[in-house]
């Protein structure tokens, strides 16, 4: 068993990073490039990592929210949340599912899966609406991910 994980060390690792909030496979991938690891490998195995608690996001966001307003010492860090998804509720509910994609997909910080299934849960977005547009939004900015990385690595090669 120790084989198989000296095996897929550096995916295990690309793996375990893009299911991390905010790293994602924004992080995840740009890291698997520089460990050695093929494009292709990479994209796989950091879109899977990313796409893996999107649905639990989008199931427990709006319980976890509720009783976090319950608590004296979270109630200001929900209300901050809430105030920055009611921010983007213009923009995301202008195109629906098509501005989850585009929120998801656009690799800046600030996006990405957990904060496009944080913020559908949050904007009351059916699951059949919000999961197929946020997991085209994650093999989206994991295609823009690995066509920058790679560029990259290709200019600094160069040198």
């Not at 690792?13 to 991390?20: G, K, P, Q, R, T």
């Not at 202008?94 to 904007?123: E, K, Q």
Request: aromatic share 12%; with cysteine; hydrophobic share 55%.
């Amino acid at each position: 068993m120790q084989e198989f994980f000296v095996t897929f060390e550096k995916e295990l690792y690309v793996f375990l990073l893009s299911l991390i909030p905010v790293v994602e496979l924004r992080g995840a991938i740009p890291v698997g490039i520089g460990m050695g690891l093929d494009v292709m490998t990479t994209f796989i195995v950091a879109v899977i990592g990313n796409i893996i608690p999107v649905p639990f996001i989008l199931l427990l966001t709006r319980p976890v929210m509720s009783w976090l307003k319950k608590t004296k010492a979270l109630k200001p860090f929900a209300e901050w949340i809430e105030g920055k998804i009611e921010k983007n509720r213009e923009k995301i509910m202008r195109y629906s599912a098509f501005g989850l994609f585009l929120f998801v997909a656009i690799p800046i910080p600030g996006t990405g899966a957990w904060s496009g299934a944080i913020a559908a849960s949050a904007l009351d977005m059916r699951m059949k609406y919000a999961l197929p547009s946020i997991v085209a939004g994650v093999v989206t900015a994991g295609v823009i991910m690995c066509f920058g990385t790679s560029l990259v690595k290709w200019v600094i090669n160069i040198f």
